[in-house]
């Protein structure tokens, strides 16, 4: 996302309440993956979901989506590596995706259990697809929120000019020394509820902007844009993902044919007047989508 152009505000659907006692029950704890410590939020007792946030966020973005899974699951969300309380190692090579996949296969075996529910928003959905990917054994079902499988949005920069206009930020973000323009107010302008602003804005503070945006540097595709080629390996676990039509930044069109690189169940939930961070913008709805999609 282009934080010079972030919404003051993101279109709220309908307020999701977080229930009274959710700090209180919430446990951070630890894991360690190669030397690099992964903080982690959990709470709930039940088979293990894991939740992935993405650009600019972390792990609180979920808040009402923990609150209300940890009925029956065990919910644990990570800050990604570089941002709020887990380590930020410098230098990019400490970036890689076998690094980022890493690390959610720590938080997993901290947890004692050795697979997962795995859920993304944003870069978060990158990894999770990524992980469903090259280490199927530690997913069990896999939901994404806005972030179309990479050959989809690939494809749409390629040959689609309102999606590379619509990415153009991240040529910014690529661009050397593009961190030093950041500020931690400006990243948290998005966040709508007043409560959580200030949090953002401490967490932002605890952060490393070089790090954020590693991720685009070293995964986001460039320049000269090209479709990738005919599908190759396939997610085979069963897959819901949930896209705002509202989002700015990766444009709907993504989405089409999204079932070529899947080879079981996919399930398409278009939210109408949700914008990017969809699990905020429609937290009640995406509470109760995923909710009745795991219990299926």
């Known amino acids: 996302m282009d934080s010079a152009n972030f919404p003051a505000e993101s279109p709220t659907l309908a307020p999701a309440l977080v229930a009274a006692d959710f700090e209180e029950r919430v446990e951070h704890r630890y894991a360690e993956n190669e030397g690099v410590r992964i903080h982690y939020a959990a709470i709930g007792e039940g088979p293990l979901i894991v939740m992935l946030h993405g650009f600019p966020d972390f792990w609180y973005t979920w808040r009402h989506q923990m609150a209300a899974l940890s009925e029956n699951y065990r919910v644990a969300a990570p800050d990604l590596r570089g941002y709020n309380l887990s380590d930020k190692p410098k230098g990019m090579e400490n970036y890689g995706m076998r690094a980022l996949l890493g690390d959610v296969r720590a938080v997993i075996r901290s947890e004692g259990y050795g697979s997962a529910v795995v859920v993304g928003h944003d870069w978060g959905g990158a990894i999770a697809w990524q992980l469903a990917t090259r280490m199927p054994e530690v997913v069990e079902r896999l939901v994404i929120l806005n972030l179309p499988h990479l ?40 966040v709508s509820d007043p409560e959580a602003r200030p949090r953002y804005v401490e967490a932002f503070e605890r952060s490393d902007f070089e790090a954020m945006l590693y991720y685009y540097k070293r995964h986001y595709p460039r320049e000269p844009y090209e479709p990738i080629g005919p599908p190759g390996e396939k997610v085979n676990v069963p897959v819901l993902q949930i896209h705002g039509l509202q989002d700015p930044y990766l444009l709907p069109g993504s989405l089409n044919d999204t079932w070529m690189w899947v080879g079981a169940d996919l399930t398409l939930v278009t939210v109408p007047k949700a914008g990017h961070f969809v699990q905020q913008d429609a937290a009640e709805l995406v509470t109760r989508t995923m909710r009745s999609w795991l219990s299926r």
């Open 151 to 190: 050959s989809g949005l690939t494809r749409e920069l390629a040959e689609n000019p309102r999606q590379s206009e619509a990415s153009a930020y991240t040529r910014g973000f690529q661009e050397e020394g593009a961190h030093e323009s950041l500020s931690a107010e400006q990243l948290a302008r998005w």
